[in-house]
């Protein structure tokens, strides 16, 4: 049977420290629609953050940012538990275990120190329990214990283990198998210490030209939002997490609960109306490049930069990220 073993923790396995740093600049200019309002948005954003992230040291077999990773680990739990099936028993209750002893006495006085006869006699009599019954089960085991018993007879060596292996196939037990499953331990898991030190930038500008229908007909509007902001706050720093494969270098992160947002101001007019204005955290939306952004943040490397655009209806949006993970 085989095992799914990690391989132990490298020794002398030091801990590392990297720092995370990454910029997100956007690009926008196209149609925007919300609800009946429909205009053309220039949009121009950036997003910037640093972190001092750490590991132990100790690489793992697993990596619990990437999902193709995480079929593999279901699909050999799934191949584990096939194997260890057949190892599976309910106990055995008080009644049930003296009758495995009386059985066992029986054996020992009936054969002595033959083990042809002790594997012979200990098939046909587990058979019955085995089978649960069925009787092409009990036919099979039962055939197992005359054909161990003539592999017994064998001369010590190869001969008998094939022997034997070949009666447990004709059995239905499957092909042994005693070597443990060693699996390669390339990942490396960086979490943020406590006081990570992260630095967040954030800038906003944004212009919506529009309208929407009213009773009285179509009405203008105009929508304006302008901000930036720098700010150090370590409270999202245990929810960083990136993972090194230190075989290729390539590097998935978790950033998610970094906030994304600048303190700001937003205004709006329509038609001949006041103007509204707020102020308060304003959002950074990444439209279209929403999904690259996200993938982009699970195959970085060391250092490295990237870019991608989206045509739109007269205009595109263009996305543009530089990173680095270097020691620190």
């Given amino acids: 049977m085989a095992l799914l073993m990690a391989a132990p923790p490298e020794a002398g396995a030091q801990v590392q420290n990297r720092r995370l740093v990454l910029e997100v600049e956007l690009q926008r200019q196209g149609p925007v629609q919300s609800g009946a309002e429909r205009g053309s948005q220039k949009l121009q954003q950036r997003w910037q953050l640093s972190a001092l992230l750490q590991s132990d040291g100790t690489r793992h077999p697993y990596n619990p940012l990437d999902p193709q990773d995480q079929r593999r680990q279901l699909e050999q739990a799934q191949k584990a538990t096939a194997r260890m099936a057949p190892m599976s028993a309910a106990a055995p209750d008080a009644r049930a275990l003296q009758a495995l002893q009386a059985n066992a006495q029986a054996l020992m006085t009936r054969c002595g120190q033959d083990s042809a006869c002790l594997m012979r006699e200990a098939a046909a009599l ?3 329990a085995v089978a649960r019954g069925d009787p092409a089960v009990r036919a099979r085991l039962q055939a197992y214990g005359q054909a161990a018993a003539a592999c017994e007879r064998q001369a010590a060596g190869r001969a008998r283990e094939a022997c034997q292996a070949d009666a447990r196939r004709q059995a239905g037990g499957g092909v042994d198998d005693t070597r443990d499953e060693e699996l390669p331990t390339p990942y490396l898991v960086f979490n943020g210490v406590p006081a990570c030190g992260l630095q967040m930038q954030g800038r906003i500008e944004e212009r919506v030209d529009g309208s929407f229908g009213d009773v009285q007909g179509q009405v203008p509007y105009a929508e304006t939002t302008r901000g930036e902001e720098a700010r150090r706050d370590d409270t999202p720093c245990p929810t960083l997490q990136a993972v090194l494969d230190t075989r290729s270098g390539r590097v998935w992160t978790a950033l998610s609960l970094v906030p994304q947002q600048v303190r700001g101001v937003h205004t709006r007019q329509e038609g001949g109306r006041q103007p509204q204005r707020s102020e308060g955290d304003q959002a950074l939306r990444w439209h279209e490049a929403q999904a690259w952004l996200q993938q982009g943040l699970l195959r970085l490397s ?26 620190a």
């Fill in 126 to 128: 587990n058979a019955p």
């Fill in 302 to 327: 060391d250092q490295g930069r990237d870019e991608a655009r989206f045509p739109l209806p007269g205009g595109q949006t263009e996305i543009r990220m530089r990173w680095s993970f270097r020691p």
